[in-house]
């Protein structure tokens, strides 16, 4: 029986021009959705999970087309709530070897960032979940969307369902009057696993000596918070823009876990690449050791760098292959 | 020596699915920009006036991308003002025959509805123009455009320029707590020429008994505000859409002239043909006779509906040869 | 509480050139999905009801993909089959005026087609719907697929669920040793609702002398098959390739009822206007009174016309307009 | 056994904006060949006829790629001719309704415009052909090409192979230095088919008087060159850049043929709906009496006005069926 | 004079998700056509050889637009028969880095399969040829496929026509009821020429020892079969699926030919490489002696690599100028 | 106060097969303009500078929109003159790895090439201008272009303002019956800045001995023509066609200076390269000592690798990033 995750977030449109074509040169876009959390929740449908995502959209043409991104992504759409009428949406301009990508957003004012607690029975959605997943992105939109997260997560706690959160340090994110560090200890005290970083949690959790590294590190946020039992980290090495490494890091309380450097030559899109880790890891933990749920999710974010679009649409042959070493590529047929 | 037309008002990106494809089917959006009061300069531009637009537009690539597009399109952006962040935007499904065209509106908190009165500097603006036109849609959008709109109405009029306003009744678009009725008769007084409807005079300006007609509303509206010199109108009857017929009609005080009807058997892109008209008549009145003027207007008007995009891209030749009743298309080699 | 229609059938991925391009001149295909019986459902769910869909695919990539393409529309796709390797498929190029639509089809030992009785679980299926729909072309195509159909229909009847046929007379599709004189009637006998032509009932049935017509011949039908309520046709006539001309008609057992004649002067797609057809019959019986029900159909296979692909994106909204008569389609804002 | 048809002439490069854009607005060139006698081969072609074209191209990618699209649609190529270094070009923006459709040329120093008699074994070429057809243009482009046309028609006159010319009055197009009167009559004086116009008999052969009709100057045409069997005109009436009217008409020397007129509703592509008719005339004349030969040239040259590009790909089926009053545009399944 | 291979095989219509998407993400398919035997032809062409290729098609608008593709790059397609309606199949999703490419083939029962000997004269086909090539997907399509090419190597025998054959071990293709051990031998054993590998020596003809290695098991073949002159391998080495390594390897009876290993750094298409193999090997053996014949053939399988689409276009100046060592790239003006 | 620079040269279209296919196999064309001077003036532009390109372009459609082009991208045109009718071109078909691009030129008797110093008034074209920059190139086209370039530069010299030339021997683009030998010289005596290279100094002006590197020929060519200040070269180093490697070098008349090399290891597109080099290196000079202004002008060079079409669009802070050593290309919100 497939295990069921339920993610909560703004799914943005994404408008890039075509090709490596500059914003000052497109006439057209190509159109795909995407948002930290949603991606996770499709990447994990990939790989066979079954995957609802709850989050808000405009109640025209634009937001139905946006759910049916998501259904076509193989999620179930029945938690998502319409109402008042703009589309979250960024922008992006691909880059290149020494030139950056650059991206512009337009999420202010939208549909999702309206949301109230009222709007969502997490009960309900919650019911037969067996994992819910959260980014540190969403209490950071507003405060009614840090409320409805803070009771998914409390609600997931009640229900005995495993909840993760994926948490950067974005302060330039946080305009509405909170601060994360005021927001975000709450909500993480009440994960039992926590994707994050080293400047994460010293700037965060007010953590950590200067020369404090990640194993130690971690150890303290799970002293701080000891309902943690795992903290993960990804770490990304650019060799530029066409060409990173990525490395997968974890300290579960026992052990300091370090999965292999994979090395991606060729990126063709690097945008929710840490969504795919997050949905590896979640893939991985549901079903393997530790070690072997780190090594799957660096191979499931290793392979997103090659698809186009915010989503890993990789299945779980491709991942397991590469994380048995095979990095060939060679045809399938 | 060429004339020159001044514009003011909101230019939005607009994204519409490739051909016939409804929102639900997009995986691109074809990218133009447009807004009524730019239309009408790029329109004028390509008849061989000079053609300057002020706006404000984000202080970020997209904001210079628009930009772009009115400097391609032949005209002076030196008045162009950048900041806050958010580009206004509109979504256009293109529709046919029994199926309306739909249109999703995203302008709300846009650059262009901050603007500020102090943020131009009109007499400079205007130094050396002999047309400034505006729209009813501008003094909808915020207090701060509306003002903006007096202050330059107020310059030409000091100035000695004429100025023309295309004024339609849009209630439903005033939603920033002045009605149209407060703020619309302040800027319409001072103009020379005004672009309206029937509907527009009795519910912009309370004019008219039930039995009125246009001619009849067309002169109370001269006599409520004297400097206004013309009373014109575009009648359209569409058939489907895909087949419009169009006609001008104008009151100058003395005759009321119809310019022959039009039909458009074809049609390629309807947004925008007001605009069209809008600008052919200002170049009609700039080089002809009133009647001569509403018969370019007509046909300018008839050919945007066979151009793709917000603005009218054909040449002087074109319209003359259309107003001079050839309308057979034959090739221009 | 939104009603639930089933529909069963094979769903072909359909490859067609850009706009007008022939086969000769194609380097690329558009793709989409299509089938009559899924268009019907993918209608039925745009007009807001419930609707699934069971069909059979190749257990790989490609039959992944098809299904996604019915999700993104709406459907559930819990009945999906998935098991040998060939998707069937069809070859559109689009003619205009004077020049007709080429269609090739390749759907000879499909999936689909070798799906058996056994596959489909009806009762579980059909256990909360309140329609099902079938079309003649099913059971043309392999004897699985027509006991299939069978199974459907009867366990329909024995849970009390309305049955609608859409039957024409394509004695050319029959390749698989049984002629449709043989195997349709048994399907239409239990039928509540069968849309046919004059044609049609001739051929399938041996009813009628040459000088009857289509309301003779209905009512010789349901002398016939005394379960079936309403016997309907669509009348189609082509002034070119690029209008079309369509009117429904329906006995009802009592009355002749017509609808009006609808023009359609600028064909964008004309490939499942009649699956649209059905679909509005369907949605009107459930709502509205027959004369009502027929106009609905009526208008909703006219906008199909309109829409890239097979399937019927309008919303409620469009063919209500258009059923109350506006056929302006101007702009909705 | 199929008959063989020669045809000789510049083969062009045509770029064109894609859809209904105009150069304005371009950022991609759609690509095909055409030029007015390779037109009439390829449509031969399809039709079932073997046909060569002889040509001059650049010794360069880009003349081997002009080749290779003759080769595509089935013409032998083993004549064509490579030297020199321009291909010869024109730019195509398509106009709709009133908006008239914009050529430009740049042909002047083209490869094929350096041709030289020398270069060409006619005997060779036509060596088992039944036909050979050139037009006007060819004679106008340079001496060489014009002596080129003169050896080929001569060559064809001396093997017994019909000759046809396809011959309007352009003289703007003559600039090396001999005008069109000098040239054509030598030209034409030895042709068994003209196609051409009225004003092309008055303004090329200095014939008729002014009350003289298409009918009275055909006969004083072959009155002066009495080795012309065949006098053909193709009327067309444009009722807008969409919406063509168009009617075959020819005297044979003994009776005054007119084909029924053919109306084009929704145009695709005009260009090459010319050489269409003199293709389908020199395939009707081959093959049936002079009345059908003219229907079956009316009814191809309607239908290449719906095929993009400049080459009639329709089939004979396609052709034959419309010839036959079929107008419907069915599907072909 | 131009030297003439033949080949004989199935072509297949190539439909692919543009750039980098999965199947899952397509709107549409890129349109090309290959085939093993074809690419060679094709390829050989390109490099000034003259080239046909034998195969069947359907006898409908695909299969005539299949014969256009290859008319286009240069193939005769005289002897292209038509019968039967299913064009063979392949659909290709191009990967990246670790990410596979992936392979759905649908060519079970097509036209081709179909093939049946008496439908070829081989004796006409190959009456001037200089070479022929077949491979061994050939034979393991159906035993009417396999029966013609034995026709074919036999005639190719009588003619004095070397003969080639491009054979691997892929035993998952033989589903007519023969093995490939069964069949191949007889087809081998009257080559000139083979193109193998080490575990198609084992597989196909049960040679070897487990120590041996090619140059062991090439003798072991050319023992078993003294009619065999070369003995040819392409060794792959992937670094990754946009970066691998090919090196050609020869065994002439005489000497062990090792071409230097060549890096592909950034693949753009990797079908049809091993097809640009066995052109090169064609065209070098034929001009060359056999060391530079393997520089030859594995400079022009090393370009291919950054050609789109099955078949390698390059010029054999392309092909001259890298075998003698100039890996630039520099643009050629 | 921006600086503002003054370029002059032909502006070619250039028109591009789509990604990486070959010109036989390209259905449509890209297209964007360029030319080596305009490249460096939009170059400029996008580093804040004002910049105004003198060029001729064909008085049309075509003429008309590669001036928008230029407006686009910030240049001013007033200065564009319009004449004539052949726009110059450039077809470029792009390589990769191994596999060379292929450039053809089709500019002979372009528009430009037929300027004549009288169409040009310098003094009003420079007068508030802090640069002129010119390319051996121009000199190469027609004798009229060479005398407009040395009026530029004697009218530059006289109002003090600085002149770069890039030049490079190119003896086979010299047609016009003189050579560069005796042309360029005169051009360059009265430059401030000369880009060149050890050959272009050798043949251009028959300085060096075998022996002699390119810091003594710098030196050679100062001490010839002692009003030059610096002499600079960009190294290239193609690795293969997707990979190279750059480098300024620089003598100032004191001291030589190398920039750091660096690594573009996935090239986009290489055209106009050495004009973003040349541009950085104006920008540089005017804002920056000579150490940095030659990193300025490497990093700028080594961005335009990156962006599709001949012009490069990167920005200040694009290019100031990467000159302090960030090569990672991260991503920028």
Request: glycine share 8%; aromatic share 8%; charged share 20%.
């Amino acid at each position: 029986m497939a295990k069921k995750v339920i993610t909560f977030g703004e799914v943005m449109m994404r408008l890039s021009p075509p090709g490596y074509e500059k914003f000052a040169q497109a006439s057209s876009f190509e159109l795909v959705y995407g948002g930290g959390e949603a991606n996770v929740a499709i990447s994990c449908a990939y790989l066979g999970m079954k995957a609802a995502h709850v989050t808000r959209f405009p109640d025209n043409a634009l937001g139905k087309a946006a759910t049916q991104f998501l259904r076509k992504h193989w999620l179930s759409t029945e938690h998502v709530i319409y109402g008042d009428d703009m589309m979250g949406k960024y922008f992006l301009e691909k880059g290149a070897v020494h030139r950056p990508s650059e991206v512009v957003y337009e999420r202010e004012g939208s549909s999702f960032s309206l949301i109230e607690p009222s709007m969502v029975n997490w009960e309900d959605v919650l019911k037969d979940a067996d994992w819910f997943h959260w980014t540190g992105i969403t209490p950071a939109i507003s405060e009614g969307a840090a409320m409805c997260c803070l009771d998914a997560i409390k609600t997931a706690n009640k229900l005995g369902i495993t909840v993760s959160g994926d948490i950067n340090s974005r302060s330039n994110m946080w305009k509405y009057g909170k601060t994360m560090q005021e927001v975000i200890p709450d909500l993480v005290q009440n994960c039992d696993v926590v994707i994050t970083s080293s400047r994460g949690i010293r700037e965060m959790f007010g953590l950590g000596q200067p020369e404090d590294k990640f194993q130690s590190l971690a150890k303290q946020l799970i002293n701080l918070f000891p309902n943690i039992k795992k903290v993960v980290k990804k770490t990304r090495r650019p060799i530029s823009a066409s060409h990173h490494q990525i490395q997968g890091k974890m300290w579960n309380g026992e052990a300091y876990i370090k999965a292999e450097m994979l090395n991606i030559t060729h990126i063709i899109d690097r945008v929710g690449t840490g969504d795919a880790f997050a949905a590896g890891l979640i893939y991985g933990l549901l079903h393997y050791d530790d070690e072997k749920a780190l090594d799957f999710a660096s191979a499931a974010c290793a392979l997103k760098h090659t698809v186009p679009g915010d989503v890993n649409l990789v299945s779980l042959e491709n991942v397991l292959s590469l994380m048995e070493g095979d990095t060939s590529g060679a045809i399938r047929r």
